[in-house]
């Protein structure tokens, strides 16, 4: 595996929530520099809710999943 998931379930459905919120953002924009941002920052924070593992949060030193007890 190349990642170890770094991100709890609530994390993760946060960010889920807040991609479809900045999609909807996005989509209202359209093709303006503020709706292309949106897009790819909903596109981002997207693939981190569904793989769970956050590169940020592991260079800010978050402890693994596994590693919790």
Known sequence: MLYIKN????????????AVLMASCAAHYGLT?????FGIASLVTGLT???GYCPMCKVG????????S
């Open 49 to 51: 809710a569904v793989f």
């Open 33 to 37: 520099p503020v709706g292309i941002i």
């Open 61 to 68: 030193g978050k402890p693994r999943i596994a590693d919790k």
């Open 7 to 18: 991100l709890s379930g609530w994390h993760r459905t946060g960010r889920l929530v807040a």
